[in-house]
């Protein structure tokens, strides 16, 4: 069983991540707060606590997981292209996976090496659309459908 581990936002481009415990999400505009919310096709992005170790261990650094900049960090799942279409449940919210999030070249501006580390077996994370508006927090079950 997977849970929210960690939520963050974002207001506008080129700011550091702020953590929060608990989030507002809606079809038009994802988590209330973050400005990437409106995009189509990558509302939401959700990041692996265990992908994310690893990619911090092949690069022989322990970095925040906010620089990976995704909104959700969450436990107990490893994702792969099988997860595209899939519905994510957490708490009342539904989302659909949209497309594996792609790390960019900042990540190496962040940490040398973190672009490589974070490309195989889509340890970048995924990209979600909102179905279903709600209320998350950290702690929260997700379920995979």
């Not at 708490?91 to 792609?102: D, F, K, M, N, P």
């Not at 672009?115 to 995924?126: F, K, M, Q, S």
Request: include cysteine.
């Amino acid at each position: 069983m997977s849970a929210v581990r960690a939520i963050a936002i974002k207001n506008r481009p080129h700011v550091a991540m702020q953590s929060i415990d608990s989030a507002q999400v809606t079809v038009n505009n994802g988590i209330l707060g973050d400005f990437r919310g409106s995009q189509s096709g990558r509302q939401i992005t959700i990041l692996s606590e265990s992908a994310w170790q690893t990619a911090c261990a092949e690069v022989d650094a322990d970095l925040p997981w906010t620089t990976r900049r995704a909104n959700l960090l969450i436990d107990g799942v490893e994702f792969d292209q099988s997860y595209i279409g899939k519905r994510v449940r957490i708490g009342e919210v539904e989302l659909l996976v949209t497309e594996e999030t792609s790390p960019c070249s900042f990540m190496d501006a962040q940490h040398q090496g973190l672009t490589a580390a974070l490309t195989p077996e889509w340890r970048g994370g995924i990209c979600c659309n909102v179905v279903k508006p709600g209320h998350i927090k950290i702690g929260d079950r997700v379920e995979f459908a």
